[in-house]
T-cell receptor, first 115, second 111 residues
Framework: GAGVSQSPRYKVTKRGQDVALRCDPI?????LYWYRQALGQGPEFLTY????????KSGLPNDRFSAERPEGSISTLTIQRTEQRDSAMYRC?????????????FGPGTRLLVL | ELKVEQNPLFLSMQEGKNYTIYCNYS?????LYWYRQDPGKSLESLFV?????AVKQEGRLMASLDTKARLSTLHITAAVHDLSATYFC???????????FGQGTTLQVKP
């Protein structure tokens, strides 16, 4: 595909359920980032990967949040025991090579609503 | 803690006018990015500024970076309605690609 894709685009879940959000980066991109964007705010960093290695997870709010990228391509962000405060737009971005002078290309996002 | 602050947060302007959006950040960095976001859409990369004094222009938008002042500006020349959007600056302090975003500036250009 031409760009970063994410699925599902919308997810409504009940409090206490687990959700998995998927990100498919641009083919060949080494680095993959997860951000969370609240309405009217800029994206907030969550975690990122170079290839399959998680380099930084300092932005994950708590241990209910986890992410993986087992084969260095598709990534999954999992939120366990969701809470209403987890409701937000979750965005994924990828770049050719992180830590350098590369542009991050953002996906369309997954809108999560926790009831 | 790195802070990125934009001002103004909201800007309503007439077509044909010029204006500047400011992006201040609190810690040394020589990597600054500008993104555009249309309502309900994703973020589109506009500019990547990678050194002190860097200036880039695309159409009616021009971005500059002063790393000593920790300031970037996005200048709009002769605004047109199509430029209405929210503009974000973002700083990469750790040279890792971990971006810290400003709050965004919502630009509304009126005919």
């Amino acid at each position: 595909g031409a760009g970063v894709s994410q699925s599902p685009r919308y997810k409504v879940t009940k409090r206490g359920q687990d959700v998995a959000l998927r990100c498919d980066p641009i083919s060949g991109h080494v680095s993959l980032y997860w951000y969370r964007q609240a309405l009217g705010q800029g994206p907030e960093f969550l975690t990122y990967f170079n290839y399959e290695a998680q380099q930084d997870k300092s932005g994950l709010p708590n241990d209910r949040f986890s992410a993986e990228r087992p084969e260095g391509s598709i990534s999954t962000l999992t939120i366990q025991r969701t809470e209403q405060r987890d409701s937000a737009m979750y965005r994924c971005a990828s770049s050719l090579a992180g830590g350098r002078k590369e542009t991050q290309y953002f996906g369309p996002g997954t809108r999560l609503l926790v009831l | 803690e790195l802070k990125v602050e934009q001002n103004p947060l909201f800007l309503s302007m007439q077509e044909g006018k010029n204006y500047t959006i400011y992006c201040n950040y609190s810690t040394t960095s020589d990597r600054l990015y500008w993104y555009r976001q249309d309502p309900g859409k994703s973020l589109e990369s506009l500019f990547v500024l990678l050194s002190n004094g860097a200036v880039k222009q695309e159409g009616r938008l021009m971005a500059s970076l002063d790393t000593k002042a920790r300031l970037s500006t996005l200048h709009i020349t002769a605004a047109v309605h199509d430029l209405s959007a929210t503009y974000f600056c973002a700083v990469d302090m750790w040279v890792t690609g971990k971006l810290i975003f400003g709050q965004g500036t919502t630009l509304q250009v009126k005919p």
